[in-house]
Nanobody, 116 residues
Framework: QVQLVESGGGLVQPGGSLRLSCVAS????????MTWYCQAPGKERELVAS????????DYADSVKGRFTISRDNAKNTVYLQMNSLKPEDTGVYYC?????????WGQGTQVTVSS
């Protein structure tokens, strides 16, 4: 059974930091492209950051460049999103997404709220 379980969301003040984690199981994580998406209230889900299977290549939305860092630990089947200098517009549900050789999978999401 495939599972992507996100954690680490919460309420944080502007300028603060959070670290999201996504633990994967049920598929070959080390061969999968991993991506974080954010769905803000009333908006479509948007790509935030992605990382290649070995971790050598990363990509970011322009709005988070220089503030967010995506990383992965293939030994732990986990992908991370370090979020610094958070802004109110970063508020949303953050989803982990995996693209394997045969299919793609979504986590259930974790809520991030940036507010004073």
């Amino acid at each position: 059974q495939v599972q992507l379980v996100e954690s680490g969301g919460g309420l944080v003040q502007p300028g603060g930091s959070l670290r999201l984690s996504c633990v994967a199981s049920g598929f070959t994580f080390k061969n999968s492209l991993m991506t974080w998406y954010c769905q803000a209230p009333g908006k479509e889900r948007e790509l935030v950051a992605s990382i290649s299977s070995a971790g050598g290549n990363t990509d970011y939305a322009d709005s988070v460049k220089g503030r967010f860092t995506i990383s992965r630990d293939n030994a732990k089947n986990t992908v991370y999103l370090q979020m610094n200098s958070l802004k109110p517009e970063d508020t949303g549900v953050y989803y982990c997404h995996a693209v394997s050789r045969y299919d793609n999978y979504w986590g259930q999401g974790t809520q991030v709220t940036v507010s004073s």
